[in-house]
């Protein structure tokens, strides 16, 4: 999967539940779920025994909406290059 740091740029892999989610706009208050495949970008990394990540998802405008805390099973690192092998 490779690793995530701080300020990566992620997908959610499963549909994230309301009540695990932060909603910071009002007019996102009827929301239910998000999605499979709504981006996001890492804000903070949680280590220990059970990683998880702290993700803020934000609009086209970079109005953040909504926050959720997702283990590393739930997200996908996204990449706008691809590694070059050395």
């Given at each position: 999967?490779?690793?995530?740091?701080?300020?990566?740029?992620?997908?959610?892999?499963?549909?994230?539940?309301?009540?695990?989610?932060?909603?910071?706009?009002?007019?996102?208050?009827?929301?239910?779920?998000?999605?499979?495949?709504?981006?996001g970008?890492?804000?903070?990394?949680?280590?220990?025994?059970?990683?998880?990540?702290?993700?803020?998802?934000?609009?086209?405008?970079?109005?953040?909406?909504?926050?959720?805390?997702?283990?590393?099973d739930?997200?996908?690192?996204?990449?706008?290059?691809?590694?070059m092998?050395?």
């Open positions: 999967m490779g690793t995530v740091t701080s300020l990566d740029t992620v997908a959610n892999l499963k549909p994230i539940a309301r009540d695990r989610l932060t909603l910071i706009e009002p007019e996102f208050e009827s929301i239910q779920q998000l999605p499979v495949g709504q981006v970008t890492v804000l903070e990394i949680y280590e220990g025994a059970s990683p998880s990540y702290l993700i803020e998802f934000a609009d086209l405008e970079g109005r953040e909406y909504a926050m959720a805390v997702l283990t590393p739930e997200v996908l690192p996204l990449h706008y290059e691809l590694p092998a050395s």
